[in-house]
């Protein structure tokens, strides 16, 4: 196999060309796919921000980080997720969602939208378009106005989670209320979002006693499935198949263990849908994460693997793509867009890997080094050249 070497960080870095080729070769086309993936895609800044002085402690305007997004990449990144075969996760947290603003984020959905992408798009429902939410009433009338937007561009609406209701120390009871009248109130399909305290501290506690299953069996024809991001493969196992008895799905967000829960543990032996997409069903997960993101290539051809019935090559793929993300999502977990937009920045898709409040600049170049390392062995560096020349001229981190 060819390999190419260079030094950074301190490390040698071997950088092997094609190396899943023997896999890709042996791997028939056109299956049908066997799972459905939805790749949760970040946000491109124009060069011209990396001169605004904006940090994660000090944190700019929406309507001014929004001057410097720049459009024709963020969408053509999104493009490209989708010629791999992936779904768009789209104004969800690894579009930095909330430090973004409503205004930018709309504008994300009917771009988004326009694309007019053959493997659809799904998009995060909040309550951010909103100066003031101040009773259940209003949390609810919110959420659902954004379905109505994400649903009216051609979209399906994933309910983010509300941190207003661990705020307001809501009960079970109480969370199955606002969770179920924000279904009675819109069309399906719809996705459910939970999310562990990891991604977002104030999360703790949140779908408290049997919540969560219980608004999950409120309507299954409108809450057709749930992303779990709760980094627990256990947890996550007894859910799906909790859920796979009344028709639903799990799409899993665990970025540390989706390896073993995509490939499952056996065949399908059903199938729903989500919208027009059909969802083979059985003991398995189907995915929507933020890693995918990074490593599009790979894992298409570890679920092409998958889907012709050679597990073996589809666990060596993914797994080598898992190790990667355990170490873009290391502690502290929401710095994670950092090391998706070095490898976008490696590939060719965008000039500057700077991101919103240049949360880039809280990773080390220790773990550039490291991700940098653990994406050439799974595959993720798809232009050696291009990734080559631009490690010669990475930037500051101060």
């Known amino acids: 196999m060819t390999t190419t070497s260079v030094e950074f960080g301190g490390r040698t870095i071997t950088i092997p060309h094609d190396p899943w080729r023997e896999i890709r ?3 028939p086309v056109g299956l049908p796919p066997c799972r459905v993936v939805q790749a949760a895609a970040h946000v ?33 990144f999104r493009s490209h997720l989708a010629a791999h075969g992936f779904g768009i996760a789209e104004a969800m947290d690894t579009a930095q969602r909330f430090e973004l603003g409503w205004t930018a984020a709309r504008e994300l959905i009917r771009r988004c939208g326009d694309l007019r992408l053959p493997t659809g798009f799904v998009a995060g429902a909040s309550v951010d378009h909103l100066d003031e939410v101040s009773t259940p009433s209003q949390l609810i009338d919110g959420v659902i106005e954004q379905v109505g937007i994400i649903q009216a561009a051609g979209g399906i609406a994933v309910l ?51 919540s969560f299953l219980r608004i999950m069996r409120h309507d299954p024809t409108t809450v057709r499935a749930a992303k779990l991001s709760l980094l627990d493969p256990n947890v996550e196992r007894r859910l799906a198949h909790e859920l796979r008895q009344q028709d639903q799905f799990m799409l899993t967000g665990d970025d540390y263990n989706f390896a073993p829960l ?43 693997a998958l889907a012709a019935g050679h597990r073996d090559d589809a666990m060596m793929v993914l797994m080598a793509c898992q190790q990667l993300g355990r170490a873009i999502f290391e502690p502290p977990v929401h710095r994670y867009k950092a090391g998706l937009a070095f490898l976008a920045w490696l590939n060719g898709h965008q000039d500057t890997f700077d991101l919103v409040n240049h949360v880039q600049r809280e990773r080390s170049l220790d773990h550039y080094a490291m991700v940098l390392q653990l994406a050439a062995d799974a595959g993720a560096l798809t232009d050696v050249e291009t990734a080559t020349d631009r490690l010669g001229r990475f930037p500051a981190l101060d």
């Open 262 to 304: 995509l490939t499952g543990v056996g065949t399908p032996d059903g199938q729903t849908s989500l919208g027009d997409i059909p969802v083979p069903l059985g003991p398995f997960s189907h995915g929507l994460l933020g890693i995918f993101d990074g490593i599009a290539a790979p894992a298409e051809i570890g679920l092409r």
């Open 25 to 27: 070769e042996r791997t």
């Open 160 to 210: 983010l989670p509300m941190p207003l209701l661990t705020r307001w120390q809501a009960d079970e009871q109480q969370y199955v209320d606002v969770y179920t009248a924000i279904i009675d109130g819109c069309e399906g399909p719809l996705i459910t979002h939970w999310l562990g305290e990891m991604f977002l501290p104030e999360l703790a506690g949140y779908f408290p006693g049997d």
């Open 44 to 76: 491109v800044m124009q060069p011209s921000y990396a001169a605004v002085d904006h940090s994660t402690g000090s944190p700019g305007h929406p309507d001014e980080i929004a001057q410097h997004v720049d459009w024709e990449a963020t969408m053509a």
